[in-house]
């Protein structure tokens, strides 16, 4: 009975750090983790997802020796590789929302918002429509599945307790910014390059035919054209966006090989 006592301490202490990890990649996961799932879903799932995982980790690194403030201390580093685990998912969604936003400067909805119900957040109109595509997309490829088992994958890479903020995480976030602009500005190119040229062929109109009003006629064929050149480039934004999720599992690993 003395030996089995320590041995359910420290189980306790290795499923809560488990759980920890798992809950705050869900809670800010997108889709699974949005605020119209409710609480208690995600409380389950996480439960399930942490009675699942924890069998197949290592606890060998758990102490029952650690006081509460070393063990809060673990508490917060988990925390910080289930977010940063929803961090990396988060950017791709960040990316089409400001895809949207240029799309909708560049074709005159800039002042007309709609609210996104999973976030309960104002976006704009296109934004909100490649969000949705996003999201159909992150599902029908079974990136979350990825994610699922890239997370499982973490307790090889990153021991429980083993958390350390390498010196490069500063440049990996930059890094990251700097790739949420880029696929951003390539989502939102063929719409800004062609309205573009629609504005020098107006001009040219404008300067052939003067009597013609030019503010009139122009600000509906950049509306029409606008959401015309969006729908034809859905397929190639999706197949943008299948790359970039079939990479998942390998950032992940970079991510987690930081931490480690």
């Known amino acids: 009975m003395p030996d089995l006592f320590p041995y359910q301490i420290e189980s306790i202490q290795a499923l ?3 759980f920890t990890r798992v809950t705050s990649m869900i809670a800010f996961m997108p889709v699974i ?19 699942v995982i924890f069998p197949m980790v290592d606890t060998k690194d758990v102490s029952v020796d650690i006081d509460i403030i070393v063990l809060g201390l673990l508490v917060i ?11 990396l998912v988060n950017l791709v969604f960040a990316a089409v929302q400001l895809a949207g936003t240029i799309i909708d400067f560049q074709i005159g909805f800039g002042i007309t918002n709609v609210v996104d119900p999973v976030t309960n957040a104002s976006v704009s109109v296109s934004g909100q429509v ?12 079974n990136a979350h599945h990825s994610i699922l088992l890239g997370l499982n994958d973490s307790f090889s890479i990153i021991p429980l307790g083993g958390f350390n903020l390498g010196a490069s995480f500063g440049q990996i976030i930059i890094e990251a910014w700097n790739a949420v602009y880029m696929t951003g500005m390539q989502i939102a190119a063929p719409v800004t390059v062609t309205l573009l040229l629609k504005q020098v062929a107006m001009g040219l109109i404008a300067r052939t035919v003067p009597q013609m009003n ?15 050149t969006l729908a034809v480039c859905l397929p190639t934004m999706a197949r943008l966006l299948s790359g970039i999720y079939a990479e998942f599992p390998n950032q992940m690993r970079l991510i987690y090989l930081i931490f480690s």
């Open 77 to 87: 580093g988990e925390t910080m590789i289930g977010l940063a685990t929803a961090f």
């Open 214 to 228: 030019i503010f009139i006629v122009g600000f509906p064929i950049t509306i029409a054209l606008g959401l015309f």
């Open 33 to 51: 983790g949005g605020q119209a799932v409710p609480t208690q879903i995600k409380a389950g799932l996480a439960a399930l997802m942490t009675i």
């Open 16 to 18: 809560l750090l488990v």
């Open 130 to 141: 490649l969000n949705i595509t996003a999201m159909l997309l992150f599902l029908s490829v």
